[in-house]
Nanobody, 124 residues
Framework: VLLQASGGGLVQAGDSLRLSCVAS????????MGWFRQAPGKEREFVAA????????FYADSVKGRFTISRDSARNTLLLQMNSLKPEDSAVYYC??????????????????WGQGTLVTVSS
């Protein structure tokens, strides 16, 4: 398995969750890794991403200031800290890796390796 996501669950609005995505070493050093999400009946959307060798994150406007993407290089793990969760954050969250550049880092077609998804449900 190249990417293994975990950490989802059922929480209340305002709570926090941390998602983890363990990657194989070769996948972890892809040019970019990111998180996408898909709610029922909706298209998959970009959440956050970061490029290898750069600690700066890229965020969707809807999560900026609440979510933080980071990387634990010792454990080949991509993390997504989600604070102040809202019901509209409910979705299956997927981690992904690929050769995305800054111009394509928000596009799912720039990623060619995907994890299996982890479900986040936020109750009001």
């Amino acid at each position: 398995v190249l990417l293994q996501a975990s950490g989802g669950g059922l929480v209340q609005a305002g709570d926090s969750l941390r998602l983890s995505c363990v990657a194989s070493r070769s996948t972890f050093t892809s040019s970019a890794m990111g998180w996408f999400r898909q709610a029922p009946g909706k298209e998959r959307e970009f959440v956050a991403a970061m490029r290898w060798g750069n600690s700066n994150g890229f965020y969707a406007d809807s999560v900026k200031g609440r979510f933080t993407i980071s990387r634990d290089s010792a454990r080949n793990t991509l993390l997504l800290q989600m604070n102040s969760l809202k019901p509209e954050d409910s979705a299956v969250y997927y981690c992904a890796a690929g050769r995305a550049i800054i111009g394509t880092i928000r596009l799912d077609r720039a990623y060619d390796v995907w994890g299996q998804g982890t479900l986040v449900t936020v109750s009001s």
